[in-house]
C-alpha cells in the first residue's frame, strides 16, 4: 500500500536507469523559485532501497528527480513522497514510461528509454505503444538512431541534423562516406538534406543493389539452365497436362518436389528433384525406361506430342 511521507532530501536519491541525461540549469532554477513561493506542488514517487551502513532509511526516486534537482537549488530540506514497493522491473518501467509521456526529451533519450522498455523491461513494441501513446513507426525511428556513431550523435544533439535526416543518413553503409555525408548536410532543411542525399548517395547504391541482383539471377539462372534435374523439373512444371499433380512431399526438406506421373501412368514413382542449397540433383525411380515407354504409347494411342520427355527421360534405362 502507498504511503505519504515527506522525506528528508538527503534520504532521497536518483536511479540508474533514468533516460532523461540532460536537465536544462534555467529550467530547474525557474522550477526553484516557483518551489520556493509555492512549496512542492506534485509528489514525488519513490521506493525502499536497501542502505547497508546508514543510520536512516534510503529511498529511489522512481519519478521526480527533476523536482529533486530544483528542492536542492531552492535549498528545501525535505519533499513530500510517495513510497511505493515496487520491483526493479516495475520501477524501471514506471520511470521511463513517466518521461517518455513529458516533452522536453531529446530524440536519443527517447530512443534509450524505447530501448530500455523493449531490453531490460520486456515489453514488445505494441505494449510500449499502448503505454506510451505513440506510433509504431516513431518507435522503430527513434530506436534506429541508437545506431548512429558519436559524431552523427553529436550532430543530432546539436541540432545539426534532425531524426528526419538521420535516417536515410544511417542508409550510407560505408563508414568514412557516411562521415562526409554528415559534414555535407549540416544546416541544410530537412527537405534539403534527404534530397541530398538521396540524390548524392542512394541513388548510387540502389543502382548497385541492383545490379548486384541482376548479376547473381542471371548466375543462377545460368548454373541451373546447365542441371539435368532442373531441366525434367521445368519440363514437368509447363506441362499443363501434370502441374497439378506436382506436389510438395510431406515432411520434406524445402524445395523437394514430386512428379505424380505414377498416379497416371500405373507405375511406381518416376523421379524426384531434389534441391539441396543451389544444387540440384534428380534421382531416377523405377522403370524409367518403362515409363517412357507406356508414356509415348498413350500419347500416340490420343494423338498428342510426348512434349514432357523431349528427347526422352533423362537417364532413361538406368536401373531403379
Known amino acids: 500500500m ?64 527533476r523536482r529533486w534537482r530544483a528542492a536542492e537549488i531552492a535549498e528545501l530540506a525535505e519533499l513530500p513522497c510517495v513510497v511505493r514497493e515496487m520491483s526493479d522491473n ?5 520511470c521511463v514510461i513517466e518521461n517518455l509521456q513529458r516533452e522536453g526529451l531529446t530524440p536519443l ?10 531490453e531490460d523491461a520486456g515489453l514488445e513494441v505494441p505494449d510500449i505503444c499502448e503505454r506510451v501513446g505513440v506510433k509504431k513507426t516513431v ?32 542508409q550510407v553503409r560505408e563508414e568514412s562516406v557516411r562521415a562526409r555525408a554528415l559534414d555535407e548536410v549540416r544546416g541544410m532543411s530537412v527537405r534539403e538534406a534527404t534530397d541530398y542525399l538521396d540524390r548524392e548517395y542512394l541513388a548510387e547504391q ?6 548486384q541482383e541482376g548479376k547473381q539471377r542471371r548466375e543462377n539462372e545460368d ?20 502441374r497439378p499433380l506436382a506436389r510438395e512431399i510431406p515432411n520434406a526438406p524445402a524445395g523437394v518436389t514430386w512428379g505424380k506421373l505414377a498416379e497416371e501412368l500405373e507405375v511406381p514413382r518416376v523421379w524426384v528433384v ?26 500416340e494411342l490420343a494423338g498428342e506430342p510426348c512434349a514432357i520427355f523431349g528427347g526422352g527421360v533423362p537417364g532413361a534405362g538406368a536401373g531403379g
Open 2 to 65: 502507498d504511503k505519504v511521507e515527506s522525506i528528508s532530501r538527503a534520504q532521497l536519491q536518483p536511479n540508474d536507469y533514468n533516460n532523461r541525461k540532460n536537465f536544462d540549469p534555467d529550467k530547474l532554477a525557474e522550477l526553484a523559485r516557483s518551489m520556493r513561493e509555492h512549496g512542492v506542488l506534485q509528489f514525488l514517487l519513490v521506493r525502499p532501497v536497501e542502505a547497508a551502513g546508514e543510520p536512516r532509511p534510503r529511498f529511489e526516486i522512481v519519478s521526480g528527480e
Open 90 to 94: 516495475a520501477a524501471l518501467e514506471c
Open 109 to 118: 533519450e527517447e530512443a534509450e528509454g524505447f530501448r530500455r522498455l523493449r
Open 139 to 170: 518507435i522503430y525511428e527513434r530506436l534506429k538512431l541508437l545506431e548512429l556513431d558519436a559524431a552523427g550523435r553529436k550532430a543530432l544533439e546539436a541540432g545539426s541534423i534532425t531524426p528526419r535526416v538521420a535516417i536515410p543518413l544511417l
Open 206 to 211: 540502389r543502382q548497385e543493389d541492383y545490379w
Open 223 to 242: 548454373e541451373a539452365a546447365e542441371d539435368p534435374g532442373w531441366q525434367a523439373a521445368r519440363r514437368l512444371g509447363e506441362d499443363p497436362r501434370y
Open 274 to 299: 531434389l534441391q539441396d542449397g543451389d544444387e540440384w540433383q534428380e534421382e531416377l525411380r523405377v522403370n524409367a525406361a518403362e515409363v517412357e515407354k507406356r508414356e509415348r504409347a498413350r500419347c
